[in-house]
């Protein structure tokens, strides 16, 4: 299976408006050392604050983490890659917002999206967090 879209914001009620990416400061921001869910490792508080992140951040020095898209997804979904009009991996999919449960009945294109882990945090990951730069030796890594 194929799907075509495009990475872009989106506006589920009035006055709300979600921004096609996310970054490292937003999972600064929603940390909860209370919840499994939201805890920050230390190693990675330490590169954030730091801002320790190699060739991988944005011009604006921010570390991409997250982007959305208009392109469908549903169970079974996560973990297709994502790739630009050139073929180029920029990222795999893994989630939809939370409009986009009603996507296995019937598509709404103005609210759903899919949520995508940004390429360039997995080779952060790889690379300075997991400490494997190594790895990334053996891939065509296109900038």
Known sequence: RVAYGNIK???PKDAVVYN????????MEKEDP??????VPARLKEL?????????????????VAFLCNGDITGGNSGS????????????AFDGNWEAMSGDVIFEPSLQRCINVD?????????K???????????????
Not at 48 to 64: Q, S, T, V
Not at 129 to 143: H, P, S, T
């Open 9 to 11: 914001t989106y506006s």
């Open 119 to 127: 390429i360039r945090y997995v080779l952060f990951i790889i690379d």
């Open 129 to 143: 967090y997991g400490k494997a730069g190594y790895l990334l030796d053996e891939m065509n890594i296109v900038k």
């Open 81 to 92: 890659p994502v790739l630009n009009d050139k073929g180029e991996l920029i990222g795999l």
């Open 34 to 39: 209370n919840n499994w869910e939201f805890v």
């Open 48 to 64: 954030w604050k730091a801002k320790d992140f190699g060739p991988y951040a944005l011009e604006n020095g921010k570390m991409p």
């Open 20 to 27: 096609y990416i996310t970054t490292l400061d937003g999972v």
